[in-house]
């Protein structure tokens, strides 16, 4: 079984630009979260994709986007970059079947650093 | 809307003994779940444990083991034998809905 990976590890960026970041899914999962985690934070909900369409939203800014591939991998999208979205980018799987919450698995994160 | 605070930016414990990290939360939800998260220098977030909120007996994995207090909102992580390699950051959740909801995290330092 694999577990939740990302892409890339490591990231530096200029404040303005847009960046993409890439998530794996769990084998068998069909549901993808995203956190952003500054340094010294807890982790926050920015959205899930379940089916491929965004099935939940934390207090972000429509610049953060996403999408959800049929084989149920995901990106995340920000543009207009800004010095607070310096952050480690967490993505989550999990299986969905219903409407109570279900466990979410973890990958490395990927460290954005906007300069 | 969930909460959930905290209250120990750091903690020390000796090599062996026993330490209790505190957890208080908030939610209008029925049906939720409480984890507690060790994230190392690794950045990698692992699950040491989760209690059902129906569930009244508190859950214990190993060395871990939990206080459930649901009339008061309180969810404490029990470290016993406490071990090097049980320094890292924790992290209180309560996932209801869709969503996970972190606190700000506890720093664990364990002295040899």
């Known amino acids: 079984e694999t577990g939740v990976t990302q892409s890339p590890t490591h990231l530096i960026k200029t404040r303005g630009q847009q960046v993409t970041l890439r998530c794996s899914s769990q084998?068998?999962?069909?549901?993808v979260s995203w956190y952003q985690q500054a340094l010294g934070q807890g982790p926050q909900f920015i959205f899930q994709?379940?089916?491929?369409?965004?099935?939940g939203r934390g207090n972000f800014p429509p610049r953060f986007s996403g999408l959800q591939f049929p084989n149920y991998s995901s990106e995340l999208n920000v543009n207009a970059l800004e010095l607070d979205d310096s952050a480690l980018y967490l993505c989550?799987?999990?299986?969905?079947?219903?409407?109570?919450?279900?466990?979410?698995?973890f990958g490395p994160g990927t460290r954005l650093t906007v300069l | 809307a969930q909460t959930v605070t905290q209250s120990q930016p750091e903690m020390s414990v000796q090599e062996a003994e026993t330490v209790t990290l505190s957890c208080t939360y908030d939610t209008s939800e029925s049906d939720y779940y409480l984890f507690w998260y060790k994230q190392p220098p690794s950045r990698q977030m692992i699950l040491v444990i989760r209690?059902?909120?129906?569930?009244?007996q508190n859950a214990t994995e190993n060395r871990f083991s939990v206080n459930f207090q649901k009339a008061a909102k309180s969810f404490s992580l029990k470290i016993s034998d406490s071990q090097l390699g049980d320094a890292a950051m924790y992290f209180c959740?309560?996932?209801?809905?869709?969503?996970?909801?972190f606190g700000g995290g506890t720093r664990l330092m364990v002295k040899p």
């Open positions: 959740a309560l996932g209801a809905g869709n969503m996970l909801t």
């Open positions: 989550a799987s999990s299986l969905v079947l219903g409407t109570h919450y279900n466990e979410q698995f």
């Open positions: 994709y379940y089916r491929e369409e965004e099935n």
């Open positions: 209690q059902e909120a129906y569930k009244q």
């Open positions: 084998s068998g999962h069909n549901t």
